[in-house]
Structure formats: structure tokens, C-alpha cells
């Protein structure tokens, strides 16, 4: 499957009669992939497709979705060429992991074979946590949550990067630095250790198929609206129009704290100008590094002093009242929006000066 996906398009799919600059493209590597997918029948494919990662398998299977009205000859031309690379690359079969399995265990002992040939391999739990992928990261960090920080640890070394730092982040805030050093520890794992997470991953599985698929309608809804283009007001008030209790839900949404993290320093220092320092002295009681570094940042020298002094006075403040405070703020930050004054950055991107 990998030479489908990495070769070249094949000489063939071009006409001979054909100037170069008239020659009709061939399948790109993944039409080639998709389309030998499709001439494999369900069962096959299927038993294909549990081998890729996310993305090949997102990338393979929206391109087939997309295809209709494919030549024979074209397809003919696909499966020949896949036949023709399997050949030259093929050579002599390497042996199956049964084989292997029984021979090193004659010469080795099971313990050791069974080390060599996982790192030949993988090791079994790999597969099973490859379905766990398309989980959402609350539901993974709550299957986890009640075991130890190496259990944690080895669980999330198992996973995609991007995901382990999703599940990490919902994971309690006290036990995130725990986790992370158990990771980073990580070398060789005894036998009982896997076969300890092989239980977890097991039991996360069938707790998986009583689940219903859940979608973040409000959080999606919110991003969409953050990134599109034109008259984002109009859009907005028309949906007000028709609900204007989940309108609000959603603008909640697109306009949460840490956004002030995202903002130019034009733009943030016009809204410190619009908020009180006392405001600001209650709103970062407990924010994220980010939002107070980029607000303090943008506060002259003697400012950012006061504010300092004026936070240590204040001691501790109830999370309802921060809350409530941010709210404001984060009001004041529409109105600027709304009026033309900020150019407000609703979600993360690159930005040129």
C-alpha cells in the first residue's frame, strides 16, 4: 500500500498521440490508492484502511468518496501498475510473525522473543489504541483519570502527539506535571505493565461501543463563525432573529478570555485603555500564563507595577465574581469589535506586520 501512495503516476494513464502540454493527467498517487480501495470489494479495503493512519485514512477515503465515472482502462492501468511495483519490490517473503514467534522462542526463550519481535513489530496494543484516536479527549482523560501517573503515562505515549496533549489538557491541572515527567521516564516497560494497559485499553474499548458519538454543536457553530469572511454581523444578527437564547450561547463561545492571548499589541492596548485596572486586577486572578503575559506586556512600565501591587492586595477572589468581571470585559471587547475600533483575532493564525 505505501508504493501506491508514494509513486509516481504512472507513464501509462498519458496518451502517446498527445502533445506534452495536451497530455491528459493520470491518477495522482492517492487516485491510484483510492482506486484500487474500491476494485478490492468492502471486506478487503476495510482490512486495508485499519492499517493507515488518521490522516491517510481521511485523505484515501474522501478521495473515493469523490470519484465516479472512472475508466476501465484506467483502472486496468492502476491495478498493473500496483502488481508491477509489488513485484520489483517484493523479493523473497519475509517470514510471518508465527514463524518468527516459534523460532526465536526455540532459540531465545518466550520473554526475549517476545521483546524482539515487538520491537520488530509493535507490540498488540498498538492497533487497539489506534481506534482510540477518534475519542474525544475528555472521554480518554476520564477512562484515566483514576489510575496511576505511570499507567497515565505509558496510555498517553501510546497515542498521536496532537491527541496526547488534548488528553493531557483534560486531565486535572495538579497532575499534568506528574504525568509528563512519568512520560519522559518512560524506556524499557516490564511485561506486567503492558499487560496491565492492554486491560485498560480493553476495557476503554468496550466502554467505547455503549457510548454515543457526542458533537460540540455550540463550539463548532462558534469557530465556524470566527473564520468567515464577509459580513460576520449580518450572519449573527440573523441568527439571533431565529434563537437568540443560543445565539448568545454561541457568542459566548466565540468570544471566550483567552482570546485577549491572540490580540495585536494595537489592539490589546486599546482595550486596556477601555477596562479599569481594577478589572483587570480581578479578571487575571487565576488566567492562563498566556493572557496575563500579553496583557501586562502591553501595560507601560508604572501600570503594570500598580497592577501588580493592586493584585497582591486584593487576596483572594471568588471564582463567581472573576467570572463575572471577564464577562464584562469581554462585552467592552465586543462593543470595540462591533464599532470598527479593534480588528479583533477571533482565532489562532499567523499574522504579517
Request: with cysteine.
Amino acid at each position: 500500500m505505501d508504493e501506491v501512495l508514494d509513486s509516481p503516476a504512472a507513464p501509462a494513464f498519458s496518451a502517446p498521440s498527445a502533445s506534452p502540454a495536451q497530455q491528459p493527467a493520470g491518477p495522482t498517487p492517492i487516485e491510484q490508492a483510492a482506486i484500487l480501495m474500491l476494485s478490492m470489494g468492502e471486506e478487503p479495503a476495510a482490512n486495508v484502511l485499519r492499517c493507515l493512519s488518521r490522516e491517510e485514512l481521511l485523505e484515501v477515503t474522501q478521495v473515493m468518496s469523490r470519484m465516479s465515472g472512472i475508466k476501465v482502462d484506467t483502472v486496468k492501468s492502476t491495478i498493473q501498475r500496483f502488481f508491477d511495483d509489488y513485484r520489483e519490490q517484493s523479493g523473497v517473503h519475509g517470514a510471518s510473525r508465527a514463524f518468527l514467534k516459534h523460532s526465536l522462542d526455540l532459540a531465545l526463550g518466550s520473554d526475549i522473543a517476545n521483546s524482539v519481535l515487538n520491537s520488530i513489530y509493535g507490540d498488540v496494543i498498538r492497533p487497539k489504541m489506534a481506534r482510540l484516536q477518534w475519542v474525544s479527549p475528555k472521554w480518554l482523560a476520564d477512562q484515566i483519570a483514576n489510575e496511576h501517573a505511570r499507567m497515565q503515562a505509558l496510555f498517553l505515549a501510546f497515542l498521536p502527539a496532537g491527541l496526547a496533549v488534548d488528553v493531557i489538557e483534560a486531565l486535572p491541572v495538579e497532575c499534568r506535571d506528574a504525568v509528563l515527567l512519568s512520560i519522559a521516564r518512560l524506556k524499557d516497560v516490564d511485561r506486567d505493565l503492558l499487560d496491565e494497559l492492554d486491560e485498560l485499553v480493553n476495557r476503554s474499548l468496550e466502554s467505547l461501543h455503549t457510548q454515543s458519538t457526542s458533537v460540540e454543536g455550540v463550539q463548532q457553530t462558534a469557530d465556524i463563525i470566527n473564520r468567515l469572511s464577509g459580513d460576520r454581523q449580518r450572519m449573527i444578527e440573523l441568527m439571533r432573529a431565529r434563537d437568540p437564547d443560543l445565539m448568545n450561547e454561541i457568542e459566548s463561545r466565540m468570544y471566550d478570555f483567552f482570546v485577549l492571548s491572540r490580540q495585536t499589541e494595537v489592539v490589546l492596548t486599546r482595550i486596556i485603555e477601555e477596562v479599569p485596572l481594577e478589572q483587570w486586577a480581578i479578571a487575571l486572578k487565576g488566567a492562563e500564563p498566556a493572557v496575563r503575559s500579553a496583557i501586562l506586556n502591553c501595560m507601560p512600565r508604572r501600570q503594570a507595577q500598580s497592577f501588580e501591587q493592586m493584585m497582591r492586595r486584593l487576596g483572594p477572589v471568588p471564582v463567581s465574581r472573576v467570572e463575572q468581571v471577564r464577562t464584562e470585559i469581554l462585552a467592552a471587547v465586543r462593543e470595540l469589535a462591533e464599532a470598527g475600533e479593534i480588528d479583533l483575532q477571533l482565532f489562532s493564525e499567523d499574522v504579517l506586520e
